[in-house]
């Protein structure tokens, strides 16, 4: 990586956006200028382990070779044509997504807020024409601590008030019972039961893992009970839990999945709903849509991801280096950290919080050229790159013990 050299200083960059960016995120003070794999560069040159890695929407590092130069050479001959007329791209990667997931047929959106505003509205869509739901009736099981996005929808269901304070009238039609909780969900479904929709780890609430069980559960009392099963993977899925889906784990095949972040390599939104046919086929010409959808840009960049993930390389390196990940985390438990969860290369740390909150344990790392992003109160989130070394995890969980060994 060559050294960058900005016009202006990190600090004063940070001070130039202060009056004219909406203050809707707290970012960590550090000014990104350049990025190679799980390695990112600030403008004074500075060097940080990528240890969030855009929330699992770089996955496969900062500017895989494969994925940067199947956009450069889509950029060069395509790149919009809105579903208005047929692209030569977007056929190639539907079927090769749907393969991938095990599932028929996929619908192309952008950001992973829409591909679960895309879910809700196909889930009502099938219980009114197929499972015969009164009009306007259907209802949506969700889980508390879920996170979905930040929609006016999305947000009518979420359990945080910091995310949904403020932004109501909500809207109706969803029941939120406890997470890992079979028997509330199973209470809560009834015959206006749309679609039961959880995430099979809850990522933002802190990398929460269900019991071994509850994903089958969840997908046998859907089956009973004749309604959907949707599994939120835009964060889980695509190679960070160790296999391609986070529902494999427990040989689960849902009836919707939702997948995002990382299926745009980084480089350009994309998300998806892939689902059965006898699902996804309720749509019918103008119910559904989207200008970008499907554009030939984002549609060879998802197939050359796609086409990584074909080859199981990132989904076992994600489980190998999850064992690292755990054995390093393992070790440091009553050093500071008081308990963490795990799945793949992906945990949720929640450290002593007498040691400082999660913000400052993150800014104490990122002065240590290390970076993450804390989740709620004292809880950091792990989920570096899958390009990531074992010994660049190894080396970020020696800096993370000596950070809260008040070391440095
Ligand atoms: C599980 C889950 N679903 C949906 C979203 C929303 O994705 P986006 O920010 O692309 O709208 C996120 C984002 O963090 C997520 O983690």
Redesign the pocket.
């Known amino acids: 990586m060559t050294t960058v050299v900005s016009a202006r200083t990190s600090a004063e960059l940070i001070g130039a956006e202060e009056p004219v960016l909406a203050h809707n995120y707290h970012p960590l003070p550090v000014v990104v200028a350049r990025a190679e794999g799980a390695w990112v560069e600030d403008v004074e040159g500075r060097r940080y382990l990528d240890m969030l890695a855009g929330?699992s929407a770089l996955n496969f590092g900062h500017r895989h070779p494969a994925l940067i130069e199947a956009a450069h050479r889509q950029l060069d001959r395509l790149t919009l044509t809105s579903r208005a007329f047929h692209n030569d791209r977007l056929a190639e990667f539907a079927e090769r997504l749907a393969a991938l997931t095990g599932l028929d047929m996929v619908l192309p959106m952008n950001?992973?807020?829409e591909a679960?505003e895309s879910a809700i509205k196909v889930a009502r869509k099938w219980a009114y024409d197929v499972k015969g739901v009164p009009a306007d009736r259907a209802t949506i099981v969700v889980a508390a601590g879920n996170?979905?996005?930040?929609t006016t929808t999305i947000v009518s269901f979420s359990t945080d008030e910091v995310a949904r304070g403020g932004f109501g009238p909500f809207t109706p039609g969803f029941r939120v019972v406890p997470y890992n909780d079979p028997a509330a969900l199973e209470a809560a479904v009834d015959d206006t039961t749309a679609a039961v929709l959880i995430?099979p780890v809850q990522?933002?609430a802190g990398v929460i893992v269900p019991d071994d069980g509850y994903l089958a559960e969840v997908r046998e009392l859907t089956r009973r009970a004749g309604c959907l099963f949707i599994a939120?993977e835009?964060?889980s899925g695509l190679g960070r839990t160790g296999r391609t889906l986070a529902v494999e784990h427990e040989s689960v095949v849902p009836d919707m999945v939702l997948l995002?972040?990382a299926l745009g390599g980084g480089i350009v939104?994309v998300?998806a709903v892939v689902a059965r046919r006898e699902v996804l086929g309720v749509l019918r010409p103008g119910e559904h849509g989207s200008t970008f959808g499907g554009n030939p840009l984002a549609a060879a960049v998802g197939t050359a991801v796609v086409e990584l993930l074909e080859t199981g390389e990132f989904q076992r390196r994600a489980a190998e280096l999850g064992e690292v990940l755990r054995a390093g985390l393992e070790s440091l438990v009553g050093k500071g950290v008081v308990g963490f969860r795990a799945r793949g290369l992906w945990a949720g740390v929640d450290v002593d919080p007498a040691l400082g909150t999660g913000r400052e344990i993150s800014e104490r790392l990122m002065r240590e050229g290390i970076l993450v992003k804390d989740t709620h109160g004292s809880t950091i989130r792990l989920a570096p790159p899958l390009t990531v070394t074992a010994e660049e995890v190894q080396g970020a969980l020696h800096t993370v013990g000596k950070v809260l060994a008040g070391q440095v």
């Open positions: 929330y950001t992973g807020a679960v996170f979905h996005g930040r995430e990522g933002e939120d835009i964060q995002g972040k939104p998300s």
